[in-house]
């Protein structure tokens, strides 16, 4: 935050840097001919800080990452990273962040040593530093053994861990991640997790990664900016975000049969705020009261002659935040293509 900054008039320089937040986005707009698809988005990233974009496909997440890393132009707005501002100084931006886009970029027919050396050369780490900083990337992202391996003989995870060493090699402090474990595996993902958490605390790096997955978000970030058709829809820490939402407890409910009156009836039972229609007669019950809502419902169903199937009861998740400020479901009908994690109760 630059108050002072913002109170004396004085004209902003380009340069030198000030001390200000690792990241920050004013009113950034990116128009396609005539669509637009980032409508004037602003936020700010503190240092050390890991922040997410979470939206379904399309929200527009990479377009704001591609904006913020010098990849495409800013159409009206700006973003500063690190002090600098993206349009007029690209090249002192590029020495300062590391980029992992949503596709995997390694190329296969080169070792993962000879992968991470070209990157290195092409950010001109001098050769002295260069061996060790492939050194210690490597044990950061756990590839030592690794080494001398074809790429093409890697797992996607693997390979993924690979792009993450080669985004540091040079020793950004800003660490931009599109989607990190996008079409991983359960087991891969959570390496993926361990490992960015590892980073945060031994590097001091600054996050910002993008993600569809709300468990990824939740067990990541320490703030989560909410993204759909190109506008920022909530931001706040995961607590935060869920607290925002009424209703602090979900009554996960399974009728043996579905019933045109189910919602009806669910809506009319104390304390609750909002029912979502899961699939035919399974409905997430919001409520401000989860044993009140919960003795309520198994008197209405006995009441009625009739059988819940299961019932049970949750905190707020993350997804009952996206459903409240979007008014959709982000994995049902987004995420349908991709390798999602099994939910509770689906084990
Ligand atoms: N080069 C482009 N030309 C036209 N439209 C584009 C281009 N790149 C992205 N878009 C559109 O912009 C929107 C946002 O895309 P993107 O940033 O890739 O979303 P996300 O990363 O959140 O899935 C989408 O509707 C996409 O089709
Ligand atoms: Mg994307």
Known sequence: MDTAQNQSKTPRAATPAIKTAAIKVEKIVKRYGDFEAVKGVDFEVADGEIFGLLGPNGAGKSTLIRMMTTLIPITAGRA????????????????????????????????????????????????????????????????????????????????????????????????????????????????????????????????????????????????????????????????????????????????????????????????VTDVQSQSAGVYRVLTSNGSQTTTQLVEMASRLGEQLTSLSVQNTSLDDVFVHYTGRQLRDEQVKHVFSMPRKGEM
């Open 80 to 271: 500063l990273i690190g002090g600098r501002d993206v349009s007029k100084e690209p090249n002192a931006v590029r020495n300062l962040i590391g980029v992992i886009p949503q596709a995997l970029t390694s190329d296969i027919d080169l070792t993962v040593e000879e992968n991470l050396s070209i990157y290195a050369k092409l950010y001109s780490v001098p050769r002295a530093i260069r061996e060790k900083n492939i050194a210690e990337v490597l044990e950061a992202v756990d590839l030592t053994k690794w080494r001398g391996a074809q790429t093409k003989t890697l797992s996607g995870g693997m390979r993924r861990r690979l792009e993450i060493a080669r985004g540091l090699v040079h020793n950004p402090q800003i660490f931009f991640l599109d989607e990190p474990t996008t079409g991983l595996d359960p087991v891969s993902r959570i390496a993926v997790w361990e490992m960015l958490n590892n980073l945060k605390k031994t590097r001091n790096l600054t996050m910002l990664l993008t993600t569809h997955y709300m468990e990824e978000a939740d067990r990541l970030c320490d703030r989560i900016a909410i993204v759909d058709h190109g506008t920022l829809v909530a931001l706040d820490t995961p607590v935060g975000l869920k607290q925002s939402v009424p209703g602090s407890d979900v009554v996960e409910v399974r009728f043996n049969r579905e019933d045109d009156q189910w919602m009806e009836r669910l809506r009319a039972l104390a304390s």
